[in-house]
């Protein structure tokens, strides 16, 4: 599947799914799709590298999680599935954007639930009991085997243990570039030490004086091609435009007349606005949560009030770069 049909196959998905609410009609939008585009990549590693990721991680960003505290959005199912994290609401289509097929005839809030809990424990690992042989029975110790030693060199692409999507990219790569593995190892290293140690240069800069719309804007076209700023993948750009959006909503809601007019602090605001990470968001929500709650409980504000209809979206009301134009106040 070509870049730009994956794109309109993913925007198709995603635009159905912006007004359905029930589940019946989100999993028959999901699944029509699901079963078009198996038959244009039936390899199940290449599928899930090209299709099932990408789909899932737009789902994610068109439509984030929400926290549990929320009531219960429309399309929304409860899970705590995923390792280290908390229970929340996550959008239905997540649940059918799956290569795990017996979850696909699983519908309802009840059916999933018993779904989990029927699921079969993980095997315990075996405890090794250790006989201890008499001393005439033991090997003499020049004559135990020593272990290998394993040398990179040596290395197969099994013996890195990745996950299948990974190696699946690694072979693909391998072939394209021609090189051994030793040698892309190496390489791989190199380039991504010299990656790790530019990003922690970057956690010192002080993003406060660089405007507002340097920040949102980080690419631009040059003699017909796309150029992006250093803006692009800094570490701190999303921290320092969430708290900018936090600081807008208040300022805009300060000089709304009518309580109709004005928006909740909460991460879905956040991230229209912003287009950060939920993550990210939730972390600053967290850190600034006082000030928030004063100021949506002084506006009596709730989530419901941003439900203000499909003609309305905050990013259209709420001027960011006209309300902070930088992070110096």
């Not at 380039?191 to 800069?205: C, L, M, S």
């Not at 507002?212 to 999303?238: C, I, M, W």
Request: glycine content about 4%; aromatic content about 6%.
């Amino acid at each position: 599947m070509m870049k730009e049909e994956l794109e309109n196959f993913i925007s198709d998905i995603i635009n159905k799914l912006a007004t359905a609410t029930d589940e019946e009609t989100i999993k028959e939008i999901v699944m029509t799709g699901w079963r078009k585009a198996r038959k244009k990549v039936p390899h199940p590693n290449t599928f899930a590298r090209q299709v099932r990721t990408p789909l899932r991680k737009a789902i994610e960003n068109a439509f984030p999680c929400r926290s549990i505290e929320e009531p219960k959005p429309e399309g929304y199912y409860q899970t705590k599935a995923g390792k280290n994290k908390d229970s929340r609401w996550e959008h239905l289509a997540l649940w059918f954007a799956t290569t795990n097929e017996d979850r696909w005839s699983v519908t309802g809030d009840e059916a999933r639930a018993k779904y989990w809990n029927n699921l079969p424990p993980l095997p315990e690992k075996p405890v090794e009991t250790q006989v201890e042989q008499p001393p005439s029975a033991q090997a003499p110790q020049e004559e135990q085997t020593q272990p290998t030693t394993l040398k990179l060199q040596n290395m197969t692409l099994e013996q890195l243990e990745l996950d299948t999507e990974t190696q699946q990219v690694v072979t693909d790569a391998l072939n394209h570039s021609g090189m051994s593995l030793f040698d892309f190892i190496k390489q791989a290293c190199k380039v991504y030490a010299k990656t790790i140690e530019g990003k922690a240069k970057q956690f010192d800069d002080d993003l406060s004086a660089v405007p507002t719309e340097k920040l949102l804007n980080v690419s631009q076209v040059v003699d017909g091609k796309e150029v992006r700023s250093k803006y692009f993948t800094h570490p701190k750009r999303a921290e320092e435009l969430t708290k900018r959006a936090i600081a807008a909503i208040a300022r805009h809601n300060i000089n709304a007349p009518e309580k109709s007019q004005r928006w909740m602090i909460t991460q879905t605001a956040l991230q229209a606005l912003t287009g950060s990470r939920p993550a990210t968001i939730k972390k600053l929500l967290e850190q600034y949560k006082p000030m928030i709650d004063d100021h949506n409980h002084k506006y009596e504000l709730n989530p419901y009030d941003n439900r203000k209809g499909s003609d309305r979206k905050i990013e259209n009301e709420v001027d960011l770069v006209a309300l902070v134009p930088d992070g110096l106040d």
